[in-house]
C-alpha cells in the first residue's frame, strides 16, 4: 500500500496557536479601555469608533480584491480590525467621519497594502494614519474635549451625536486641552510648567481617565490592565513597554531635576498622552518592532527618548506616533545587529574556541 | 546533580501515555524480511550472501566496507530469496539495494562468535571490534556506526560516557519501556562501553516524565558508584547530543565539533543493550523494539521486531488503521519523516511509527509571516528562523547561509510553534538539500577543470612529440610511423587515468 | 533668491568636481575581470555556449556581450557565480534547469571508432579502436562534444539519476488561492 501526498517535510505536530487568535487577544485586551471612553464620551465617539473600523475593514477588502488574494481568509485574521481599533484610538473623540475614513485610507492602502501587506509592512499603519491627519487637518486633530459620558446631562444623544460625527457640526464651548498641550502652550507663552501644571487634572484623574484626550489617551489603568494582560497570555514579552515607559520616565526625571520650571516632571509625562497605550499597543506590534529580545530593548529605550524629545522640544505636544514611526525605520538595523548568538558559536559567527586541555 | 538550562525549546502535548504503559510485545516473524545494505550513515555494507543461500539467524550477510559502515545480520534464519531493490523508509520513496530473507519459521541461531568472558580485562580493541562485527549502529535514529564512536577513547581525552534516555519526542515510548524492562542490561551495557572509552564516569540523562524509568535504573545502578542516573527537564529538544550535554554539564559544544571534543561521549540507551548481548552473548543487532502509535491506529504498543519486517506488518499486528492517516511517520512527530510506501522495512534507526489524523497533526493553511520573533525564542540553535525563511523564500539561499542555515539540525521547534503555520523547517531542509548539491557541483566543476587541463597538457605532449618525430624524419634514421604510435599513446593514457 | 540659487549651484559643481577627482586619483584597482570569470567555467572548452571555448566566453561575459545563462554544463551553480561577479541578475526564466545529465553509448550502435574517445574534453570514455567505448559517469560532465562527433549517433544525453545519495526536498510550494490580480504584476 503505498500514500500519496508525500510533499511535505515535518513536524507533524503545531501549536495550536494562530495569527487569529493573537489578534483577537489583543483585541480582547483593549476593551475594558475602550468601553470606558467610549462610555465617558457618548454617543458621537461611539459613531466615530464604528466608521473608523468600517472603513478600514472595507479598504482592506478593497485592496484584497486588487491584489487577487482571498477576501474572506484574509479579514478573518483580525489585523484591519486591530488597525482601525488603534486608528480610532488616537483620533479627537467627537471627530468628523471624514478624518476616519482618510485616516483609514492611509493606513490600510499607503501603509500596509503598498507594501505588500500583512507582515510586510515597515510602518505602524496606525501611526502612519494618525500622523497623516495629524499634518494635514491640524485643528481637527487637536480639537479634544472634556468628557461627556453616556447618559449624563448634557451628553449628546444619538440624534445630535450623527449630526456632531456626520454633519460638522461641533457643539460650542465643548472644547477643552489635553494636559500636553495645555503644558506646551502655556510655555510658549512664558508660564513656566510648574504654574500650568496646576490646572491639569491631578494624577489619579489622568491615570482613570476623566480627562480631555483621545479614546487612547484617557485612562492609562485600564490600558495597563490590558498591557498586563497580553503578557500573561504570552503575546508580548516585557522588553519593548517596560524600556519605552522607563526611557521616557528617566528622561523626563532627569531633565525636571535640573530645571523644573521648564521640565514636566517624570509621572506627568508617564501617566498623560498615549504613553501606555503606545507603550503597551502600538509599540509593541509584531511586524514593525525588531525580533530579537535585545533589539526589542534598544527600539523601547529608542521610543522612550524620542517620545520625551519630541514631546518636549518639537513642534508637537504629542510624541509618540512620530517616536514609534521613526524607530519603526531603525528596526531592520537593530535587527541585523542584534541577532541572537548561535548554539556552538561566538557573537561573531566563530566556533566557539576548545578548551585546550581535552583535546 | 546540578542541571543548566538549554535555550528555547518547545513543550508539546506528549501523548505517551497511548504507549507508555505497555509493556514490550514480539512481533509474530513475517514471512519475508527485507535487509537493507545501508541502514546507517557511511559506506553501504557489501553482500556476502547469493540467492538460493540458506542462512541462520545472526549469520553475517553482508559486511561493512571501510570503517564508516556496518554489517547486516540475518534476523532469522531462512533462505535468501534475491537481492535486489527494494523502496527504502525515506520519503522520496526511492529504492535501495535490499536482500530479501524468507524465513523457515525455526528462528535457529548461527554459531555465534563467544562471550568475551570478562570484558573489564579485554582491550578496548577486543570491545570495539566486537561491536563492529555485531553491525551494532546508534539506535537512537541517527545510525552512527557504533564501533567508530567507541574508538574515540584513542583519540581524544574522555571523561564521561552519557547514556541518552531523554526520548523527547511525543509519542514514543520505546526507549521508556526498554529501560522499565531491562534495566540491568542497559547498565551493564554502559559499563562495557564506558571500560572501551576508558571514562571514568557514566551519567545516564532521563526526562523527568518517565518516573518509573529513572526508578528501575537508578536501582539496577545502585551497586555502582560510578554511575549516576539523572532525571532531566522535560523539553523539547532535550534528546539532541548537544543540547544533552549542555543541559548536564553545562558546556556547549562548538559548531563543527564533537560531544568527545569536550571529553563526552553520548550513545543511546538501546545501543548500550545491544553492545551488552554482542558482547556476552555474541549476538549481533537482529531486533529493536518499535513504538507504533498514533490516533490512526487502532491498537498503539511497543513492538520488538526483527530487523526488515515490512511496515505493513507491524501495522497488522496493532490491528490496522481505526480511520484511514493523515500521515503515516517514520520516527517521532518533529524529526521524523513522512513515509511513502509502507511495503518499506523496519531498520535498526526505526523508533517508531505513527500513524497521524489531521487533528493530531493540527496543520493549517500557510499564512503571511506577522513577524511575531517566536521562532527566534524558541530556536535552541540560537538561529533567526525568520530572516532565514525569507531569504530561502526568494531564493537566496547564500544568504541563508551566512544567517547559519547549515547549523539547524531540523528540530521542527520553530515550524511547530509558527502561527501562520509557515513551513520554516521544510525551507531549511530545502535550502540546506541545495547548498549542498551546489557543494557538490563545486567540486564537481574543480575536478572537471583539473581534467580538462590534465588533457591539454597530455595533448601538446603528443603534439610535441608528433612534432620532434616530424622533424626527425627529415633525417635518414627515420622510425615508426608518428600517427600510429600517436593513437596507441591516447588510448594508453585514457586507460591509465581509468585505473588511476 | 539669487544668492540662493547662487550658492546651490556653485556648491553642486564643486562638490561634483571633486567626486570626480576622487573617482580619478581613489579609484580601486580591481583584477581583469576577464581572468576572473574564467577561472568561474568548466574548462572544458565543449562549445555548448556558442563561443569556441571558455575563455572567449569569458572575454565576451567582461565585455557585457554575452548572456551568464549560456554554459549548461556549469548548471545553476556557475549561472549564479557568474551573475554575482558581473552584479547581473541572471534571468532563470528561459533556463530550462536540466539538471545535470551524463553521456551514455548505445552499444549496439558503437563501431569502435575512438572518434569521442579523442573528443572527450575530460578523458571521459574508455576504449580503443575497434573495442567497445564506455563512459565513466563520474568523470563526465555532460558538456555533450561526445554527440556531435559520434558517427552512428551512439551517444545519448541521459539526465543524471536522482538516488538516495543525491535527493533533497523540494521548495515548499505555499499556495493561494489566486484569482488573477487586478492590477499588473511588477515582477
Request: aromatic share 6%; hydrophobic share 45%.
Amino acid at each position: 500500500m503505498s500514500i500519496a501526498g508525500i510533499n511535505k517535510s515535518g513536524p507533524f505536530a503545531h501549536a495550536s496557536n494562530s495569527v487569529q487568535k493573537t489578534m483577537f487577544t489583543v483585541l480582547l485586551a483593549l476593551v475594558p479601555a475602550t468601553a470606558f471612553n467610549l462610555y465617558l464620551f457618548g454617543w458621537p465617539a461611539i459613531l466615530l469608533f464604528t466608521v473608523t473600523i468600517g472603513a478600514c475593514v472595507a479598504i482592506e477588502a478593497g485592496c484584497l480584491s486588487l491584489a487577487g488574494k482571498p477576501i474572506k481568509a484574509t479579514l478573518a485574521d483580525c489585523s484591519a480590525i486591530l488597525t482601525g481599533w488603534l486608528l480610532a484610538m488616537s483620533l479627537p473623540p467627537w471627530a468628523p467621519w471624514w478624518l476616519a475614513v482618510v485616516g483609514a485610507v492611509f493606513a490600510i492602502a499607503m501603509a500596509k497594502h503598498s507594501f505588500g501587506g500583512l507582515g510586510q509592512n515597515v510602518f505602524n499603519p496606525a501611526m502612519v494614519g494618525r500622523t497623516v491627519l495629524l499634518i494635514s487637518f491640524p485643528v481637527t486633530m487637536t480639537t479634544w474635549i472634556v468628557p461627556h459620558p453616556l447618559f449624563s446631562p448634557g451628553a449628546p444623544g444619538l440624534f445630535e451625536a450623527f449630526s456632531i460625527t456626520f454633519g460638522g457640526h461641533m457643539p460650542d464651548a465643548v472644547s477643552a486641552a489635553s494636559a500636553l498641550g495645555h503644558i506646551k502652550t502655556e510655555l510658549s507663552r512664558g508660564i513656566p510648567v510648574t504654574e500650568s501644571i496646576a490646572h491639569v487634572p491631578d494624577l489619579m484623574d489622568m491615570a482613570l481617565g476623566y480627562r480631555a484626550g483621545s479614546l487612547g489617551e484617557t485612562s492609562a489603568i485600564l490600558i495597563l490592565a490590558g498591557g498586563l494582560f497580553l503578557m500573561a497570555k504570552r503575546i508580548i514579552t516585557w522588553h519593548i513597554p517596560l524600556t519605552v515607559i522607563g526611557g521616557l520616565f528617566l528622561m523626563a526625571a532627569i531633565f525636571h531635576a535640573i530645571d523644573p520650571a521648564r521640565f514636566a516632571s517624570g509621572t506627568f509625562h508617564v501617566f498623560s498622552g498615549a504613553t501606555f497605550l503606545g507603550a503597551f499597543f502600538i509599540a509593541t506590534d509584531y511586524v514593525t518592532s525588531p525580533v530579537t529580545m535585545k533589539g526589542k530593548i534598544i527600539f523601547g529605550l529608542g521610543c522612550g527618548i524620542l517620545i520625551w524629545l519630541i514631546r518636549t522640544f518639537a513642534g508637537y505636544p504629542e510624541g509618540v506616533a512620530f517616536a514609534v514611526l521613526l524607530m519603526n525605520s531603525l528596526a531592520p538595523i537593530i535587527d541585523q545587529y542584534t541577532r541572537p548568538r548561535a548554539f556552538g558559536r561566538t557573537s561573531k559567527g566563530e566556533p566557539l574556541p576548545l578548551d585546550k586541555d581535552k583535546s | 546533580m546540578k542541571l543548566f538550562p538549554i535555550r528555547g525549546g518547545i513543550h508539546p502535548d506528549y501523548r505517551k501515555e497511548q504507549t507508555s504503559e505497555k509493556a514490550i510485545v514480539d512481533l509474530p516473524m513475517p514471512s519475508t524480511l527485507y535487509i537493507p545494505l545501508q541502514q546507517h550513515i557511511g559506506a553501504p555494507a557489501e553482500v556476502l550472501v547469493s540467492e538460493g543461500d540458506l542462512v541462520k539467524k545472526g549469520q553475517m550477510i553482508a559486511r561493512n566496507q571501510g570503517a564508516v559502515s556496518a554489517s547486516q545480520h540475518a534476523p532469522t534464519s531462512g533462505r535468501i530469496r534475491t537481492v535486489t531493490e527494494v523502496t527504502a523508509p525515506h520519503p522520496s520513496g526511492l529504492p535501495q539495494s535490499t536482500i530479501v530473507l524468507e524465513s523457515d519459521g525455526k528462528d535457529e541461531w548461527a554459531e555465534l562468535l563467544a562471550p568475551i568472558a570478562d570484558p573489564f580485562a579485554a582491550d578496548m580493541h577486543t570491545i570495539n571490534d566486537r561491536v563492529a562485527q555485531s553491525g551494532i549502529v546508534g539506535m537512537g535514529g541517527a545510525a552512527f556506526p557504533s564501533a567508530i564512536k567507541l574508538n574515540l577513547g584513542e583519540q581524544k581525552k574522555l571523561d564521561t560516557l552519557l547514556l541518552n534516555g531523554a526520548e523527547c519526542e511525543p509519542y514514543l515510548t520505546c526507549d521508556d519501556r526498554v529501560m522499565r524492562e531491562f534495566p540491568e542490561e542497559i547498565i551493564d551495557g554502559a559499563r562495557i562501553m564506558a571500560h572501551a572509552l576508558g571514562t571514568a564516569r557514566i551519567v545516564i540523562g532521563i526526562e523527568q516524565n518517565k518516573p518509573q524509568a529513572i526508578e528501575n535504573m537508578t536501582k539496577a545502578a545502585s551497586a555502582f558508584a560510578e554511575i549516576e542516573v539523572v532525571g532531566v527537564p522535560v523539553q523539547y529538544p532535550m534528546g539532541s547530543e548537544r543540547h544533552l550535554v549542555q543541559a548536564i554539564t553545562g558546556l556547549e559544544t562548538p559548531a563543527r565539533k564533537l560531544t568527545a571534543d569536550l571529553g563526552i561521549v553520548v550513545h543511546n540507551v538501546s545501543t548500550a543493550r545491544a553492545v551488552h548481548h554482542a558482547v556476552r552473548f555474541g549476538r549481533p543487532l537482529v531486533s529493536r523494539v518499535v513504538t507504533v502509535s498514533g490516533n490512526a491506529i487502532r491498537e498503539p504498543k511497543n513492538i520488538m521486531t526483527p530487523i526488515g519486517a515490512r511496515i505493513a506488518d507491524l501495522i497488522e499486528f496493532c490491528g490496522g488503521f481505526a480511520s484511514r492517516p493523515e500521515s503515516v511517520v517514520n520516527g517521532g512527530p518533529m524529526m521524523g519523516q513522512p513515509l511513502a510506501s509502507l511495503e518499506a522495512p523496519v531498520v535498526k534507526g526505526t523508533s517508531g511509527i505513527l500513524a497521524l489524523t489531521a487533528e493530531e497533526i493540527n496543520d493549517n493553511p500557510t499564512t503571511p509571516c506577522i513577524r511575531c520573533s517566536s521562532c527566534v525564542t524558541i530556536c535552541p540553535c540560537g538561529l533567526s528562523p525568520v530572516d532565514m525563511a525569507a531569504h530561502i523564500r526568494k531564493d537566496k539561499l547564500e544568504l541563508a547561509a551566512k544567517l547559519g542555515v547549515m547549523d539547524c539540525f531540523s528540530c521542527g521547534s520553530c515550524s511547530f510553534i509558527c502561527p501562520s503555520h509557515i513551513p520554516l523547517v521544510h525551507y531549511f531542509n530545502y535550502a540546506k538539500g541545495v547548498l549542498n548539491d551546489l557543494e557538490r557541483e563545486r567540486n564537481k566543476n574543480e575536478r572537471v577543470k583539473t581534467l580538462a587541463e590534465a588533457r591539454n597538457i597530455r595533448l601538446e605532449k603528443a603534439a610535441e612529440a608528433k612534432r620532434a618525430a616530424l622533424a626527425a624524419r627529415k633525417t635518414p634514421s627515420a622510425t615508426t610511423s608518428a600517427g600510429n604510435e600517436n593513437e596507441a599513446k591516447t588510448t594508453a593514457t585514457t586507460e591509465e587515468k581509468v585505473n588511476a | 533668491m539669487w544668492i540662493a540659487i547662487g550658492s546651490l549651484t556653485t556648491m553642486g559643481l564643486v562638490l561634483g568636481g571633486l567626486l570626480g577627482l576622487a573617482a580619478r586619483f581613489l579609484a580601486v584597482q580591481e583584477n581583469p575581470l576577464e581572468e576572473e570569470l574564467k577561472e568561474m567555467l568548466p574548462g572544458s572548452q565543449c562549445g555548448q555556449c556558442g563561443y569556441v571555448g571558455c575563455s572567449q566566453y569569458a572575454a565576451a561575459l567582461a565585455k557585457g556581450e554575452a548572456s551568464v545563462t549560456l554554459c549548461t554544463p556549469g548548471g545553476k551553480a556557475t549561472i549564479e557565480a557568474l551573475a554575482k561577479k558581473l552584479g547581473v541578475t541572471a534571468d532563470l526564466s528561459e533556463h530550462e534547469e536540466k539538471g545535470p545529465e551524463h553521456a551514455f553509448i548505445v552499444e549496439d550502435l558503437c563501431i569502435g571508432c575512438t572518434r569521442c574517445i579523442r573528443e572527450c574534453s575530460t578523458d571521459a570514455i574508455m576504449g580503443a579502436n575497434k573495442l567497445m567505448h564506455t563512459i565513466i559517469v563520474d568523470v563526465c560532465h555532460g558538456c555533450g562534444k561526445c554527440v556531435k562527433v559520434c558517427p552512428t549517433d551512439a551517444i545519448l544525453m541521459v539526465p543524471v539519476p536522482v538516488t538516495l545519495r543525491n535527493w533533497h526536498w523540494p521548495k515548499p510550494q505555499i499556495e493561494q488561492t489566486h484569482s488573477e490580480p487586478k492590477v499588473g504584476h511588477a515582477h
